[in-house]
T-cell receptor
Framework: DTGVSQNPRHKITKRGQNVTFRCDPI?????LYWYRQTLGQGPEFLTYFQNEAQLEKSRLLSDRFSAERPKGSFSTLEIQRTEQGDSAMYLCASSQNKESQESTDTQYFGPGTRLTVL | AQSVTQPDIHITVSEGASLELRCNYS??????LFWYVQSPGQGLQLLLK??????LVQGIKGFEAEFKRSQSSFNLRKPSVHWSDAAEYFC?????????????FGTGTKLQVIP
């Protein structure tokens, strides 16, 4: 078990540029989540995948944000035309659904990607 | 809608002293409850979780938490704090059912440990 990994760990970009982050979940986990965390706040849910299907998206996820999980393994989160308000830590988590489909699993988090938009 | 309140933004304790971090939740039934710890610049590490059964839950690093349904609370405790416990602690609540996963986090309590 190598844990959840995220790349890059830090990204500095200029306003208007596109950025893409990658998350590699724990290998046997079928669920994957993206969160955003700003200073002084807890993580806020962005989106969730079960295998390759994106099942839920938060209202926080504007049209500039897109997430994919091809083949149900790693996931990417892309932000187009970045704005200064996008500056945050982007956290990925994964879990293995062992109980009923509707139950809450224990989520394991990666180290995050810190985005700074200048 | 579910919600979590961590009333203490910042707590300072002396090394060796006991610790209690407060967490109150709002949910229509008994939810799933979690405590996570986050060191500076790092992701979140799960300390413990409550799904059902014994209301006193033991976690890693000597932490425990007690679920009190009557008070809608899930406070985190440690009998003797170590300097390495300095970090930010997040309480979280998740639905027992709902068709999808959505864990809601509190705003966190930052713990400072002084010698």
């Amino acid at each position: 078990d190598t844990g959840v990994s995220q790349n890059p760990r830090h990204k500095i970009t200029k306003r208007g540029q596109n950025v893409t982050f990658r998350c590699d979940p724990i290998s046997e986990h079928n669920r994957l989540y993206w969160y955003r965390q700003t200073l002084g706040q807890g993580p806020e849910f962005l989106t969730y995948f079960q295998n390759e299907a994106q099942l839920e998206k938060s209202r926080l996820l504007s049209d500039r944000f897109s997430a994919e999980r091809p083949k149900g393994s790693f996931s990417t989160l892309e932000i187009q035309r970045t704005e200064q308000g996008d500056s945050a830590m982007y956290l990925c988590a994964s879990s293995q659904n062992k109980e009923s489909q509707e139950s809450t699993d224990t989520q394991y988090f990666g180290p995050g990607t810190r985005l700074t938009v200048l | 809608a579910q919600s979590v309140t961590q009333p203490d933004i910042h707590i300072t304790v002396s090394e060796g002293a006991s610790l209690e971090l407060r967490c109150n939740y709002s949910y229509g039934a008994t939810p799933y409850l979690f405590w996570y710890v986050q060191s500076p610049g790092q992701g979140l590490q799960l300390l413990l979780k409550y799904f059902s059964g014994d209301t006193l839950v033991q976690g890693i690093k000597g932490f425990e938490a007690e679920f009190k349904r009557s008070q809608s609370s899930f406070n985190l405790r440690k009998p003797s704090v170590h300097w390495s416990d300095a970090a930010e602690y997040f309480c979280a609540v998740g639905p027992v059912s709902g068709g999808y996963q959505k864990v809601t986090f509190g705003t966190g309590t930052k713990l400072q440990v002084i010698p």
